[in-house]
T-cell receptor, first 115, second 114 residues
């Protein structure tokens, strides 16, 4: 079974600074997908970014980018120019290809952006 | 604004009550999901429906009964729950169950069992 580990329960960052959230996963699969979701106080899970394992290029979405290291099974999220609205719980998630779109989530990292 | 709407947002029920959670998606998707989010535990997949057919039951106790009358609506019927069932229940949808389709979530229904 796949597992996802987020080793940082809580992180803080000053507004406008850069922060990196860690995620590692364990799988024997070669074809899969990785996601970062954000859960603000409203509790809605919002997709931040996704990465296909077969793509070597790291995904980026505006201020959000990932560092995908397939061999190391690492998938970190970098948030640049942090904003107060980035304060949320961030979840890393894994989806195996051919397993019917099932997400396996990590425990989450609480990110607090301070003014 | 979310394409997946859940009602009620908050629900308090006794252990002998029968209640239901409702989910509606406005995204034209064909797959819908129920997830459970408990304190200090990762999100757990409960049920999956694809084109109105249940394709996954992740060993969920029978006191949780899902219903999917059409591709846009998903219910979770609750009966004789336990206090440990108190959690945030998240509904989600995706285009279908093909791998790699992005899953979109609602804002969740907070359930407290007393």
């Amino acid at each position: 079974a796949q597992t996802v580990t987020q080793s940082q329960p809580e992180m803080s960052v000053q507004e406008a600074e850069t922060v990196t959230l860690s995620c590692t996963y364990d799988t024997s699969e070669n074809n899969y997908y990785l996601f970062w979701y954000k859960q603000p106080p409203s509790r809605q899970m919002i997709l931040v970014i996704r990465q296909e394992a077969y793509k070597q290029q790291n995904a980026t979405e505006n201020r959000f980018s990932v560092n995908f290291q397939k061999a190391a099974k690492s998938f970190s999220l970098k948030i640049s120019d942090s904003q107060l609205g980035d304060t949320a719980m961030y979840f890393c998630a894994f989806m195996k290809h051919g397993q019917g779109n099932k997400l396996v989530f990590g425990a989450g990292t609480i990110l607090r952006v301070k003014s | 604004e979310t394409g997946v709407t859940q009602t009620p947002r908050h629900l308090v029920m006794g252990m002998t009550n029968k209640k239901s959670l409702k989910c509606e998606q406005h995204l034209g998707h064909n797959a819908m999901y129920w997830y459970k989010q408990s304190a200090k535990k990762p999100l757990e997949l409960m049920f999956v429906y694809n084109f109105k057919e249940q394709t996954e039951n992740n060993s969920v106790p029978s006191r949780f009964s899902p219903e999917c009358p059409n591709s846009s609506h998903l219910f979770l019927h609750l009966h004789t729950l336990q206090p440990e069932d108190s959690a945030l229940y998240l509904c989600a949808s995706s285009q279908d169950r093909s791998s790699g389709n992005t899953i979109y979530f609602g804002e969740g229904s907070w359930l407290t069992v007393v």
